[in-house]
């Protein structure tokens, strides 16, 4: 249990279908990310949040739209996808964020997403 | 820009046999911070150990031990007498300042490490 909470664990979708990720940290910490893991990748930074600002925004196409309505929660509203986009997607939250020291991260255990 | 290479994609070992996992990290920061990271089926990552690049002191933790040498950019992980609860993705991961002058964590592809029984 690594305090960081993600739902649902498992989402097949058509490439028309709109759907939510949601990731939930009781952790107290000021930073969320969200990652995707592609088979035999490198884990891919999709966004940051610090204290509920994004900071991060590393070219994801605009049919990903992250949202950060408090600094507990963080969702990835999905729209349109490809099945390209089938994945592992990760969230994790630090207590801060760019500090170095305090960029242990921990992650929840990933929605297994896959787009039809 | 930083880059971590994991050139082991898959290792598999029997228990009780030694393994080390490499790690090749590139950086032109000064100040930068080495990760390991385990993902055991269940899918979450776990975090291991964290090194500043200023501290080279090799470290142990149990079975577990890590041997960092700034000389061939080197962060190498090894188990010892390894058991098959150890059978794991281990990624290794690079905290360093990006063009934008904001710290990215980069990780690597990762190897997946099964012990046989």
């Known amino acids: 249990e690594t305090g960081v909470t993600q739902t649902p664990r498992h989402l097949v979708m058509g490439m028309t279908n709109k759907k939510s990720l949601k990731c939930e940290q009781h952790?107290?910490?000021?930073?969320m990310y969200w990652y995707k893991q592609s088979a035999k990748k490198p884990l891919e930074l999709m966004f940051v949040y610090s204290l509920e600002e994004r900071v991060e925004n590393n070219s994801v196409p605009s049919r990903f739209s992250p949202e950060c309505p408090n600094s507990s929660h963080l969702f990835l509203h999905l729209h349109t996808l490809q099945p390209e986009d089938s994945a592992l997607y990760l969230c994790?939250?630090?207590?801060?964020?760019?500090?170095?020291?305090?960029?242990?991260?921990?992650f929840g255990s990933g929605t297994q997403l896959s787009v039809l | 820009a930083q880059k971590v290479t994991q050139a082991q994609t898959e290792i598999s070992v029997v228990e009780k046999e030694d393994v080390t996992l490499d790690c090749v990290y590139e950086?032109?920061?000064?100040?930068?911070?080495l990760f390991w990271y385990k993902q055991p089926p269940s899918g979450e990552l776990v975090f291991l150990i964290r090194r500043n690049s200023f501290d080279e002191q090799n470290e142990i933790s149990g079975r577990y031990s890590w041997n960092f040498q700034k000389s061939t950019s080197s962060f190498n992980f090894t188990i010892t007498a390894s058991q098959v609860v150890d059978s794991a993705v281990y990624f290794c991961a690079l905290s360093a300042t990006t063009s934008g002058s904001a710290r990215q964590l980069t990780f690597g592809s990762g190897t997946q490490l099964t012990v046989l029984p």
């Open positions: 950086t032109r920061d000064t100040t930068y911070y």
């Open positions: 994790a939250s630090s207590q801060d964020y760019g500090t170095g020291v305090n960029e242990k991260l921990f």
């Open positions: 952790l107290g910490h000021n930073a």
